[in-house]
T-cell receptor, first 112, second 111 residues
Framework: SQTIHQWPATLVQPVGSPLSLECTVEGTSNPNLYWYRQAAGRGLQLLFYSVGIGQISSEVPQNLSASRPQDRQFILSSKKLLLSDSGFYLC???????????FGQGTRLTVV | QKEVEQNSGPLSVPEGAIASLNCTYSDRVSQSFFWYRQYSGKSPELIMSIYSNGDKEDGRFTAQLNKASQYVSLLIRDSQPSDSATYLCAVNDNYGQNFVFGPGTRLSVLP
């Protein structure tokens, strides 16, 4: 069966520090991968999605970036965090073709 | 810009009642529709998917889709306090590249 791992679960970082969140999927090949952010009490904002290695599409311009160095690995990064980057970051995967997306446990990021 | 709209709620229903959650979407090419449940502080979990017009039932849950009206709904029968959560509507197109979520409706089932 397929599983998705996302870490860390919680993170407190100072303003201006770098960020690296990692997500890996097991049990499937060539998944679509997504990064979402959810601000407190708000909906899910699609940040990046990827349909293959090295293929990244950005939905929202910001100081975040994403990379997909391997088929089942998706990384969210920032060189310098802002206070507004605080939120609940969720990685998700789906089989190509418009089927369901499944989420990792999420990372709660607090920038102080 | 694809948009998915939901009533933010909160929607309060008594235990045992039917909860009705509604969602509209703007992109006519959307082909796949999903309902997720999100408990506070947790990640969303899929509860229903629907791909064709009409009703789809799974236990206490029924999803309804009307593509002509660009409308999808979720009915929860015999609502339980454990159903209290935020319900997210999501739509995707056939290519699986555009997966857009609505803002969610907070449901509260009162004992």
């Amino acid at each position: 069966s397929q599983t998705i791992h996302q870490w860390p679960a919680t993170l407190v970082q100072p303003v201006g520090s770098p960020l690296s969140l990692e997500c890996t999927v097991e049990g499937t090949s060539n998944p679509n991968l997504y990064w979402y952010r959810q601000a407190a009490g708000r909906g899910l904002q699609l940040l990046f999605y990827s349909v293959g290695i090295g293929q990244i599409s950005s939905e929202v311009p910001q100081n975040l970036s994403a990379s997909r160095p391997q088929d089942r690995q998706f990384i969210l990064s920032s060189k310098k965090l802002l206070l507004s980057d605080s939120g609940f970051y969720l990685c998700a995967w789906s089989v190509p073709g418009g089927t369901e997306a499944f989420f990792g446990q999420g990372t709660r990021l607090t920038v102080v | 810009q694809k948009e998915v709209e939901q009533n933010s709620g909160p929607l309060s229903v008594p235990e045992g009642a039917i909860a009705s959650l509604n969602c509209t979407y703007s992109d006519r090419v959307s082909q796949s529709f999903f309902w997720y449940r999100q408990y506070s502080g947790k990640s969303p979990e899929l509860i229903m998917s629907i791909y064709s017009n009409g009703d789809k039932e799974d236990g206490r849950f029924t999803a309804q889709l009307n593509k002509a009206s660009q409308y999808v709904s979720l009915l929860i029968r015999d609502s339980q306090p454990s159903d209290s959560a935020t319900y997210l509507c999501a739509v995707n197109d056939n290519y699986g590249q555009n997966f857009v979520f609505g803002p969610g409706t907070r449901l509260s089932v009162l004992p």
